[in-house]
């Protein structure tokens, strides 16, 4: 795995990083441009003055970053790339499983999940401070401000809440 | 004033409200006190989770965590070093050298009396100088309210960032976030995509929580810091009163304050820049300069009062014209915005209840720092800091992920917050500063329906909207501020260049 670390690190640099960023500003500026092309003159301009000006910010960065001495712009982005990879992934994924499953089953797969996979192995800590953080937030937004949850799989148990 | 001070005072101290008071300064001084959790994600966290609720409650929950997280950041660095925000990187210069020498307690101690302080004086502050500054701002026009909003935009973007132009791009990226939506003055849409959600602009809670919680849960995520802080570091012990020795502190105190205050007010500065200049203007006018960073409380009590007087000050130009004085402010501004409170003398018209309200609760905040940040009550709240981070990022994620999606009961939020949070990441990775997208959203349509109303008013002459004095003052302003970072880059090039 750290081998693998090692390889993503190298992979991508602060220099490379702040390039891509700043031609994905120009792409989204130019895109910005081209669809405003679709409103009237006045909802147009306004928008059109912004996506000149960011396509011509991040122009500058680019320039700037190209002129800089390569030495400075070898630093990784990324301390920890696949623990980054990692993270995302399960963001992406609780969220898609809220949307499947509902809140109460996917927070507890995530929030005990993810510091497991990352290496943390403290279960007796762990599990109780989980279930006492979903307890209290049931507590909160279910029975004292009547806020509503996501569909969920244990609506059965959820509707035997006072 | 004073009618409307004394009629928002049984609405703060109505017992929820208070509740709502102290809850938020022990929630802020946890929030601080977590090394990676600033005070600015601990309110994005709670806007989505006070969405609904009585304005005074959510805006008094954002005044406890606003004063609290200010001093909580103390806690880490005195105890361990480490800062828990920003703003308490000049606490670790002398407050872990106390520590290092037995004095830990004494130094908190000193830290806390402090920020109580400066955070009163603050408050005190933002009661006296925002009414006045509220009926200047009648005197403005659409012409002067859209110089008023490129000044804003302005100011943050160069001065919260150290590179003026990921400033800029940051706060352009704002402003094109902010066209998203209908067009208020010809009703089509913009960049919605036909889908609905984005009718009416992208929600300004999932906007602030993306770029505020997740970053800070990703870079914890990253870190995978496996150990929280040892549970000997919290057996504090009193050790003599601050309080006895307070004709030594005063003058450092008052000092340290009025830095603070006039650094809060001036727009885009704030946070860390007052905690330094209060500590470096101690350090100067001491009899013994030589004693600071080797563990000196004169030097805590500095960078403490300088933190605190920051705080309300912040609010004093966001609350009159819609100018945040910091990050923390800019957030808050967003937070007014979602309670439906739009700043400007509008607001002290139509809601004085609520806002003189939010002043006095920024007020009462300040005193309670000094019951629920004295040692006892840090030995009780300080056990969070016990909590390896690596644990808190999925937490933080239960409570964003509930407090989200409750706001418009919709799944759609959920991704687009985690796709902004995504970009805010690599936004901040990338040294590009948040707060100017915050300000961008806020300001940009305020500004584009100005200027056509401007334009309007004046028969399409473009010339007439910069010829008012009020309008020519804040051009003026705008480009010193712009022009400014510009000229000592300069004039450190040039400094660099003859070495």
């Known amino acids: 795995m750290e081998s693998d670390a090692m390889a ?9 990083a702040e390039i891509t960023f700043a031609a994905a500003l120009i792409a989204a500026a130019s895109a910005i441009f081209i669809e405003a092309r679709k409103f009237p003159p006045d909802s147009a301009g306004y928008p059109r003055t912004l996506a000149v000006l960011l396509g011509i910010g991040a122009l500058l960065v680019i320039v700037r970053e190209v002129r800089r001495p390569r030495e400075s712009g070898v630093q990784p982005f ?20 809220i949307n499947l499953f509902g809140y109460l089953l996917p927070s507890v797969a995530f929030a005990i999940g993810l510091p497991f996979v990352l290496g943390y192995r403290e279960w007796r ?6 279930l006492g953080t979903l307890a209290m937030i049931l507590l909160i937004f279910r029975i004292i401000l009547e806020r509503p949850l996501p569909p969920d799989l244990l609506n059965f148990l959820l509707e035997a809440l006072p | 004033m004073i009618e409307a001070l004394v009629s928002a005072l049984p609405h703060v101290f109505a017992p929820a409200n208070l509740f709502a008071v102290l809850l938020g300064t022990v929630a802020g001084l946890v929030v601080g006190a977590l090394p990676g959790l600033t005070v600015t994600t601990g309110i994005a966290i709670l806007i989505p989770l006070t969405f609904g609720l009585d304005p005074l409650f959510a805006l008094g929950m954002m005044a406890g965590m606003y004063n609290g997280g200010s001093y909580g950041g103390a806690i880490p660095a005195i105890l361990m070093r480490v800062p828990g925000t920003p703003a308490s990187v000049a606490t670790i210069l002398d407050g872990y050298e106390m520590t290092k020498r037995g004095q830990a307690a004494y130094a908190l101690q000193v830290a806390v009396v402090s920020g109580v302080i400066g955070s009163v004086l603050s408050a005190i502050s933002l009661i006296l100088f925002a009414p006045p500054l509220v009926k200047l701002s009648l005197l403005f026009g659409p012409a002067e309210f859209f110089w008023v909003a490129v000044l804003g935009l302005a100011t943050v973007s160069s001065l919260l960032g150290e590179d003026l132009i990921k400033g800029l791009i940051a706060a352009l990226i704002g402003l094109a976030i902010g066209t998203i939506g209908q067009d208020i003055s010809t009703g089509v849409e913009r960049f919605t995509f036909d889908l609905l959600p984005l009718a009416d602009g992208l929600d300004i809670v999932v906007l602030l929580t993306g770029l505020f919680a997740i970053p800070p849960v990703m870079q914890m995520i990253e870190e995978a810091l496996k150990v929280g802080m040892s549970g000997d570091l919290l057996k504090l012990r009193r050790q003599g009163s601050v309080l006895s020795k307070w004709r030594e502190f005063m003058p450092i105190w008052l000092r340290s304050s009025v830095i603070g205050i006039v650094i809060g007010i001036l727009p885009g500065a704030g946070g860390s820049m007052s905690c330094f200049l209060a500590y470096n203007d101690a350090k100067r006018i001491s009899k013994n300069p030589e004693s600071f ?3 000196n409380p004169e030097g805590v009590a500095a960078s403490e009062a300088g933190n605190g007087a920051d705080n309300a000050a912040s609010l004093i130009p966001a609350l009159t ?18 309670h439906g409170l739009r700043p400007g003398p509008q607001l002290f018209r139509d809601h004085p209840d609520v806002i003189y309200g939010f002043m006095l609760q920024m007020l009462l905040s300040a005193f309670l720092l000094a019951i629920v940040g004295g040692l006892a009550a840090t030995r009780i709240f300080g056990q969070a800091l016990r909590l390896p981070r690596i644990m808190l990022a999925p937490i933080i994620m239960l409570f964003v992920a509930v407090g989200v999606y409750a706001v418009n009961n919709s799944m759609f939020d959920l991704y687009m917050l985690l796709g902004i949070g995504l970009v805010a990441y690599v936004l901040e990775k990338l040294d590009y500063p948040s707060a100017p997208i915050v300000l961008g959203v806020i ?19 473009a010339v007439a909207i910069a010829s008012s004095p009020i309008s020519m003052i804040l051009i003026a302003l705008t480009l010193f501020v712009l022009l400014a970072p510009l000229w000592r880059a300069w004039q450190d090039s040039r400094k660099a260049a003859t070495a």
Not at chain 1, 9 to 14: E, G, H, Q, V
Not at chain 1, 125 to 130: A, H, R
Not at chain 2, 443 to 461: D, F, K, M, V
């Open chain 1, 78 to 97: 990324f301390d920890h790339p696949i623990r980054f990879i990692v993270g995302f992934g399960f963001l992406l994924a609780y969220i898609v499983m």
């Open chain 2, 443 to 461: 300001l940009g349509p305020l500004a584009e329906s100005q200027l056509r109303l401007a334009l309007t008013i004046s028969g399409g002459n």
């Open chain 1, 125 to 130: 800590l762990l599990v109780p401070v989980v």
């Open chain 2, 321 to 338: 014209l819609g100018i945040p004085g910091s990050g923390v402010a800019a957030v808050i501004l967003g937070g007014l915005l979602v």
């Open chain 1, 8 to 16: 993503v690190r190298s992979a991508l640099t602060r220099r490379q």
């Open chain 2, 293 to 295: 960073g080797k563990g």
